[in-house]
Structure formats: structure tokens, C-alpha cells
């Protein structure tokens, strides 16, 4: 009777692997980064339109291009477009609908993408840079046959607005602007194509100017200019411009975010709008959210967010007769939330992600028609370390009502987040796209536990005994919450349904890197796709790069290292948590800052020294005897493997190599003799660690020499003698 009950037992058993000499050096695990999504860029798009399956579309801001899964959050297909990590350049994602295409623009290149595939189907070379890219969805009032035509507008020494034929990317009219505006966008109605420029005034401030052009030819067919000039004293309080006829506006507030001030585009007409605090502080961001699909409805959303909270207001667009009418409110949260837009045929639907709920109202009532709690797992989130940047959605609607929504969201801490009803579906660490080093690092438990041992075995017996039954006190306190999760991890382990991040035996390190853009980001070796914690350790200004170096300095402790700070600072490696000077072990390897040594020779001498802010200071001096020259100066390679660190002895001991990075292979010749001299020093303290000197050498011929790990060697060529003819010595 127990031997089936056995062997349906050992059935339900996960196998036990071990790691195999064959198995070693191989990857682990890989991330398909795609970077930061930026909101612009990033949408839902079915690329078959005979399906109802959808891609998630981005440009990052790394300026990578890529299609996602949204099932499973695998890449479909991505391409680098720009090299140089520049994430303040401007860039343009549009994708036509119903069109099995998607079109990028980053610089002066336009570029026409498979949505399916990412194959390249046309590239254009803008005139300058881009400023706008758009999808032209409509001309007369009807669709455009076959694949959508692209309008573009660039800036520079020759701004000028173009359109290029959807197929082949061949420039169909050019609109060259010669006024001395700024371009700033590019819009399309049913029936006309809109150049927004900004104009300068004599006292400083902008000037709307609407520009309408002929889409069939490119001629000027009329111009305008918006009473601007009052509000505007940068473009950045214009808080959008409609791409098409769903979003025909252009929307700007003055600088104290006091008023919005709506235009229909095409119209001379300006509508004003108070904008109401809810009797909190003032919005410190506005933000536009609208369809871009032209068969839906012309309703929009402006999102205020202010220092702790945030709010929105619903409008709605009669585009016929030029009426902009605030429809309704949704209700002002405190913290972080994002809005994004979906749309369902003509229906435009309105989704908001908040630390622990999503839902979702649609764009002609404030009536929710679909809630969902999210799930507590999504701790970055629900636990208030990481709050929603920005979202996208899609909605799925059956007899009028919302069934499910999915929300790709991109939180704080730099992580890109799928919710489908709530529930995390997956999570991509984008932000370790920008990392420019990174280190290992133990958990601060592992430090604090041998802590916590040393103190019991270095103290008198009685404190001893007093310390180990305060600690043994601690884990009868823990261990109710281990019993109660004792059932869990007995499935887990068993079943093999789940993992619970446990580390039972203490493999798993911690990943810190920091980006370029400023931030520390620390990961689980055992966990890679969730993100421990990520912190802003540096305010940069825009477009500026960090360059930093993380070290480990102990166990549970990193150090950075960059050009900002004039001393490094520390960080507690399992909660991110900065580490003062005072508080930093003695051990934790402060001796091993690196430091760059530079070689001069100066009056006959040769001096190392190494930078500080006072300028160029003096380590050591190594003193050429009179008449002696540097024929060659190598030091030891940065990128230097060592292939054994030791050898076993006869008696079972361990004979170790000499490893030592600061070392340098100097070469000396002396004046009229044919005379060599060899000089290994440390680069540190300017020590000669040997030395030696070779008679009847011809210095005509090339002397070669190499360091390496714990031996160097050298070539020269010896003159003829009595006893052995003119060759080459090779010492070693």
C-alpha cells in the first residue's frame, strides 16, 4: 500500500540539479533591454489589423526601438538607433491605423518599420533635425489609399516641412519656412496640414503662429497668430498640440499654472479655463492625454499633478463649430497616479493607475466601469518605494462594459510593469539599459550576522553568554512569522509551483549599478527581474552623463566613486540606504582605491605622479645615473588574467605568485657604451624590485619587453665575440 502512495509522491517531486565542469561559464540568465520607455513613444498597435492581437511599441529613451509582447513581456524585435545614449535628443514613434507599420524618427532620419517583423521598409534624410513627425490619416475627409502618407518637420538652417509617400519614404512636396519662426509641430485635420511655429517678440515672450498648408500640394493656403505673448515666455508651459482631428488643439498655460488656454486649431478663437486647485497646492506639471485614432471622439484629458497629489478634468471638442466644454472631474488622489488613453471604435476610455488601484471611466461619464485592486506581490508599488511614471492601456470592452484593461507602466524606480486588472502580468528592469558600472555585493544580513558572532566570541564569558541569549531571544520573536510561511515554502519546494526568494544557503549576491543617468540600482543575483531598490544618487543637468564607479568596500557595503563628488560615498547594499564616513568598518578595503600614476621625465629624472585639485603631485623620483637614457617604460596591462594563482608544493603547500598591479618594466641604455640596463619598480612607491645590466648590446637593433603577472621578459640583440657570433638573447 505505502509503494504507491511512494511513487506518486516521488512523481509530484521537483529533480534535483547539480552545476556540472561543463556547465560552468555560461549565461544564466539574459535581459532584452529595451531603455526607459518615454509616454510619447510608446503605445498599443495591432500590426495585423484582421487580429485582435497588439504589440507594446517604444522608443526608449536610449534610443532603442522594439516591439514587446504584452502576454509574457518577451521582444519581439528591437534595433539600436541611437549610439551615442543621448537621452535628451528628440524622438518621434507614430503608427498608422490599420497599418502594419510603424514609423520612427531620431535626428534627421525618418525611418519606416514592419510592425510584425521590424524589417526596414524606406529611410529619409531630413534636411535638420526633426522636431514632429505625424501619420497624415486623412486628405479631403477620406482615407488615404493604401500606406499612410508621413508628414515631417525639421529645424535648423533650413526648417521645412515635407510629406513623404507612405511606400517608398519619396518626398511627394516640401514646404520651406521662411519666416524666421521656430518650428515647433505639425498637425492634420480632415482637410488642411498645420505648421505651429513660435514667434519671438521684441519683449521676449512666444507667439503662437498657425500656419495652414495645402495637403495635396504644400502651398500656404492662410496664416495666423494666437494672442499668446502675455502667458508664453517659454515653450515649455505649451502643455500639447493635436497630432489629427481626435485632438485638434493646442493647449498652453501661463506660468503660474493659474489658466488653461484652449485653441481649436484653425480657429482664431481662444477658450480660457481656470484652473482649480481643489483647495490644494498649485500643479507644479500639466499634462495632455488624447486618442490619436481619427474615427474617435474629439474628448481629451488634462492631468495636474501638484508637490503631493493630483488630479484631472474631461473635454470635450465640437469640432464643427470650433466649442471646447469641460465635461467632468475625476477626483484628486493623494501621491502619484498616471492617466493613459484607450480608445474602442469611436469610444475613448480613460485609465488611472495609483499605487493600489486601476480603473477605468469612459471619456463621455464619470461613472467608473471597471475597478480593479492591485495585486499586494507588486511590492515596489503597493508598498509606496516605487509610484507610477507614466502608463499606456489598452481596454477590452464586451456590451458596452470594460472586461479587462491591460497597463504597461513604468515606475520610478525604473522598472516597466504590466497590470491586467490589476495583477502584475510581468516586469522588464529597463533602467539597468543605462548602466555604466556595476559591482557584486553581499547582503548587509550576512555582514551584520557575522558581526553579531564575533561580538559574542571576542567579549569576556559572562557578556558572551549575556549577547547569545538576547540574539536567541530575537529569533524566538521571528519565528512565529517562519511558521506561518513553513507551509509555503514546504509547496514551493515540493511542487515546485513558485519560488518565495528565500536564499537557504546564501549564493545569492547583490547587483549595484549605476546608470548614466544618475541613479543606483541594485538587484538580487536569485531574483534578476525585480528590482531591490533604486535610488536618484546625483541631480544632473540636462543631457550630462554620469560617470561613476561601484566598488564593494565590505560585506553589505558598495562605494562610488565618480567625478562629482570629491570623496566617495557608501551605501548599504540590501536597502540602498546612504552609509556616513564614521560609520564605515575599518576593514572595509578603504586602502583599495585605485589612483592614476603618470610618468615624466624631468631634468635627467624620472618622476611619478598622480592628479589632485592643487594640480599634479609628486609620488616618487627615480634618479638616471649621468649619461643614461629611457629606451622603453611598459607597465603591467590593465586587462591582466592570471592563469594560476599558485602551485601545490611537495609537502602540501601552496607556493603563491608575486600579483602585483602597480608594477612597471623600465629600460635604460647609457651614452657611447653598448651597455643595457633593466629596472622593475613599483609604480606606488618607486621601489626598484630588481635589476640588472647587460654589457656589448647593439643598440641599433629593437629591444622588445613585456610584464606580465609574476614574470617579465625581454629581447635584445648581442654584438659578436671571441666565443659566440652576432644574435638574439631572449631572457625571461
Known amino acids: 500500500m505505502l509503494l504507491p502512495i511512494c511513487a506518486a509522491v516521488c512523481l509530484l517531486l521537483r529533480p534535483a540539479l547539480a552545476v556540472f565542469a561543463d556547465e560552468a561559464w555560461t549565461v544564466d540568465y539574459h535581459h532584452a533591454l529595451l531603455g526607459l520607455p518615454k509616454q510619447s513613444t510608446t503605445f498599443f498597435h495591432r500590426p495585423d489589423p484582421n487580429t485582435r492581437a497588439s504589440l507594446i511599441y ?101 526648417p521645412t516641412v515635407q510629406r513623404l509617400d507612405g511606400a517608398t519614404g519619396a518626398v511627394k512636396w516640401e514646404h520651406k519656412i521662411e519666416s524666421g519662426d521656430t518650428p515647433y509641430q505639425v498637425s492634420a485635420s480632415t482637410t488642411d496640414v498645420f505648421a505651429i511655429l513660435l514667434h519671438k517678440t521684441v519683449l521676449g515672450y512666444i507667439k503662437i503662429k498657425v500656419v495652414t498648408l495645402d495637403p495635396l500640394t504644400g502651398r500656404k493656403t492662410d496664416e495666423y497668430t494666437l494672442s499668446s505673448e502675455n502667458e508664453l515666455a517659454t515653450a515649455d508651459t505649451i502643455v500639447a498640440v493635436g497630432a489629427n482631428s481626435a485632438s485638434p488643439i493646442i493647449a498652453w498655460t501661463d506660468s503660474a499654472y493659474k489658466t488653461l488656454r484652449i485653441n481649436v486649431i484653425g480657429r482664431k478663437a481662444i477658450v480660457d479655463f481656470p484652473i482649480n486647485t481643489l483647495g490644494g497646492r498649485p500643479p507644479q506639471r500639466v499634462a495632455l492625454h488624447a486618442p490619436y485614432l481619427t474615427t474617435s471622439l474629439a474628448h481629451f484629458l488634462v492631468h495636474y499633478q501638484s508637490l503631493d497629489s493630483d488630479w484631472a ?59 480593479w485592486n492591485v495585486d499586494t506581490t507588486t511590492s515596489s508599488l503597493t508598498d509606496g518605494t516605487a509610484r507610477p511614471v507614466h502608463a499606456v492601456s489598452e481596454v477590452s470592452v464586451k456590451r458596452d462594459a470594460v472586461s479587462a484593461v491591460r497597463s504597461a507602466v513604468l515606475l520610478s524606480s525604473g522598472e516597466w510593469l504590466l497590470l491586467r486588472d490589476g495583477s502584475p502580468q510581468w516586469t522588464r528592469p529597463e533602467i539597468l539599459a543605462g548602466t555604466v558600472s556595476a559591482a557584486f555585493a553581499l547582503p548587509s544580513e550576512v555582514s551584520d550576522l557575522v558581526n553579531e558572532l564575533q561580538a559574542g566570541a571576542h567579549s569576556n564569558p559572562v557578556s558572551a553568554y549575556i549577547h547569545r541569549v538576547t540574539r536567541h531571544i530575537g529569533d524566538f520573536q521571528r519565528l512565529p512569522a517562519l511558521l506561518m510561511a513553513l507551509p509555503q515554502r514546504f509547496v514551493h519546494g515540493f511542487l515546485g509551483t513558485g519560488s518565495d526568494g528565500s536564499d537557504t544557503f546564501g549564493f545569492n549576491k547583490i547587483i549595484v549599478s549605476a546608470t548614466s543617468d544618475g541613479h543606483l540600482v541594485a538587484v538580487d543575483t536569485g531574483r534578476p527581474t525585480e528590482v531591490l531598490w533604486s535610488l536618484a544618487a546625483v541631480i544632473l543637468s540636462s543631457g550630462q552623463v554620469w560617470d561613476a564607479r561601484v566598488e564593494t568596500a565590505g560585506p553589505g557595503i558598495v562605494r562610488v566613486i565618480d567625478d562629482i563628488s570629491p570623496v566617495p560615498t557608501f551605501f548599504n547594499a540590501s536597502t540602498g540606504a546612504a552609509i556616513g564616513n564614521d560609520e564605515v568598518p575599518a576593514d572595509a578595503n578603504l586602502a583599495e582605491l585605485t589612483i592614476e600614476v603618470d610618468f615624466a621625465l624631468k631634468d635627467g629624472q624620472l618622476y611619478g605622479t598622480t592628479a589632485s585639485k592643487s594640480g599634479p603631485s609628486e609620488l616618487w623620483n627615480f634618479g638616471l645615473q649621468k649619461g643614461e637614457t629611457i629606451l622603453s617604460l611598459t607597465p603591467r596591462p590593465v586587462n591582466d588574467p592570471v592563469a594560476s594563482i599558485g602551485k601545490v608544493l611537495g609537502d ?22 653598448s651597455r643595457m640596463s633593466i629596472y622593475v619598480l613599483n609604480t606606488v612607491s618607486g621601489a626598484i624590485l630588481y635589476s640588472n645590466s647587460h654589457q656589448n648590446i647593439d643598440l641599433a637593433a629593437p629591444i622588445a619587453a613585456t610584464l606580465s603577472e609574476n614574470w617579465f621578459a625581454y629581447s635584445y640583440t648581442a654584438e659578436s665575440t671571441s666565443s659566440a657570433p652576432k644574435g638574439h638573447q631572449l631572457v625571461v
Open 58 to 158: 517604444t522608443l526608449s529613451e536610449q534610443g532603442v526601438l522594439g516591439a514587446v509582447n504584452p502576454r509574457h513581456g518577451a521582444v519581439v524585435w528591437r534595433h539600436l538607433l541611437n549610439g551615442t545614449n543621448d537621452a535628451s535628443q528628440p524622438s518621434f514613434l507614430r503608427a498608422g491605423d490599420a497599418q502594419d507599420a510603424v514609423i520612427s524618427g531620431l535626428g534627421s532620419q525618418v525611418t519606416a518599420w514592419s510592425a510584425s517583423d521590424g524589417r526596414v521598409d524606406w529611410q529619409h534624410d531630413a534636411p535638420d533635425a526633426l522636431v514632429d513627425l505625424e501619420i497624415l490619416e486623412l486628405e479631403d475627409g477620406r482615407g488615404t489609399p493604401g500606406a499612410k502618407d508621413t508628414l515631417c518637420m525639421s529645424a535648423g538652417q533650413h
Open 313 to 371: 478634468e474631461v473635454y470635450h471638442v465640437d469640432v464643427k463649430n470650433g466649442k471646447v466644454e469641460k465635461a467632468y472631474d475625476l477626483p484628486k488622489i493623494e501621491g502619484r497616479s498616471s492617466f493613459s488613453t484607450s480608445t474602442n471604435g469611436a469610444n475613448v476610455y480613460f485609465s488611472r493607475v495609483t499605487k493600489d488601484q486601476v480603473f477605468t471611466v469612459a471619456s463621455t461619464s464619470h461613472g467608473i466601469l471597471g475597478r
Open 652 to 673: 602540501r603547500k601552496v607556493l603563491y605568485k608575486y600579483l602585483n598591479p602597480n608594477l612597471a618594466l623600465l629600460t635604460t641604455s647609457y651614452e657611447g657604451q
